[in-house]
């Protein structure tokens, strides 16, 4: 398949960071603010039509391919590049999507994350009024602080999104839903994997949720599931870690420690996102639609890509340090269990993208 190399590259997405040339007192890489982003995408769009969530979702997805190649490019200069000379920004995605062929084989799966759906005017508006959203968060945050350094990023950003003119009603809409969910969205920001272990290349639990989306989407493509499954997979994969901003990042050895561990911490999961949503009444009628989703992110068909997924993202991550030079022997312990792991449970043949990440990983 070619994706083992893939996944691997796609990794630089927690290192390529956001707002790099500014002070920062919360540093959001490219996977944080693409979670965010997503996650408000989700719940704007998701009482609209379904093919059009899954465009959008698909749009988040391919969106930031060509940043493996580019790194990333701040709003601003992007803007002015565009002003200056739309045609060659076009050539510079167009080159970045050539150079993405060395990493990919499947001729289909090149074709679908190399284009972008169109969307009709006012879906369009509301997709780059969701950018912005995400951009004026993590502007917001880090304003607290540095203000000096932030005032004309913020200024430029609130001008855009008046330019806009979105429809009124849908702007308080967005807007009621980046309330409700920005608390979690930095929760999951700050809470770390592999917490207990000096990391090389850290990676947020909004970063991993965005990868195991992304990576499931992928999958997803190279199985050719219809929409139905689809939904189940993008849905379970984005929020398989939804109540760790509660919990906190229990580990699942540890909920395997002990018989019925396991069951007592989903429930108190269960209580926990069923308690935020109450007291957060824009977004309480969604979540409880997906609270299945959400809960039991590994059950059935769709749980078995979102599980596939979760692994290959812990794999990935175990790559990354070992690549690094951590000298830490427990992420080679844990690559080789994660590996046993998942050829166990897919529900399709991985071994070629294993045999790929290891290869690559110890070469």
Request: hydrophobic share 35%; net charge negative; charged share 30%.
């Amino acid at each position: 398949m070619g994706l083992g190399k893939f996944f691997i590259k796609m990794s630089d997405l927690f290192t390529i960071y956001r707002w790099s040339n500014l002070p920062a007192i919360v540093r959001f890489n490219e996977a944080d603010s693409s979670f965010s982003n997503a996650m408000l995408g989700y719940f704007t769009f998701y009482e609209e039509d379904r093919n059009d969530l899954l465009k959008l979702m698909h749009n988040k997805i391919v969106e930031n391919i060509p940043k493996i190649i580019l790194s990333d490019i701040p709003l601003n200069t992007k803007k002015k590049i565009i002003e200056k000379d739309s045609n060659v920004w076009n050539q510079v995605l167009d080159k970045s999507k050539e150079e993405l062929k060395g990493f990919i084989e499947d001729e289909n799966i090149q074709k679908s994350i190399t284009k972008e759906y169109e969307l009709n005017d006012t879906l369009l508006k509301t997709e780059k009024y969701l950018r912005l959203i995400t951009a004026k968060n993590e502007i917001d945050i880090n304003k607290r602080v540095f203000e000096e350094f932030y005032n004309e990023p913020d200024l430029e950003n609130e001008k855009t999104l008046h330019n806009l003119n979105l429809k009124q009603d849908l702007k308080e809409k967005i807007d009621d839903y980046n309330q409700s969910l920005f608390d979690i969205l930095i929760k999951l920001t700050h809470l770390k994997r592999w917490n207990k272990m000096h990391r090389n290349i850290n990676s947020s639990v909004s970063a991993h949720s965005y990868y195991v989306m992304f990576t499931a989407y992928i999958l997803s493509i190279s199985q050719n599931v219809d929409n139905d499954l689809l939904f189940k997979i993008i849905t379970s994969s984005l929020f398989h870690d939804l109540p760790e901003a509660f919990t906190g990042d229990v580990i699942s050895p540890t909920k395997r420690k002990v018989k019925k561990l396991d069951g007592i911490i989903t429930q108190i999961e269960k209580d926990y996102v069923l308690n935020w949503a109450l007291k957060n009444k824009h977004v309480n009628n969604v979540v409880n639609d997906i609270l299945p989703l959400i809960i039991n992110p590994f059950k059935g068909e769709y749980g078995r890509f979102v599980r596939t997924a979760d692994l290959l993202s812990a794999l990935i991550e175990c790559s990354n340090e070992i690549r690094s030079g951590n000298s830490n022997e427990n992420f080679r312990k844990a690559f080789f269990g994660l590996k046993t792991e998942m050829k166990d449970i897919t529900p399709f043949d991985v071994y070629s993208i294993i045999d790929e990440i290891e290869y690559n990983t110890f070469k």
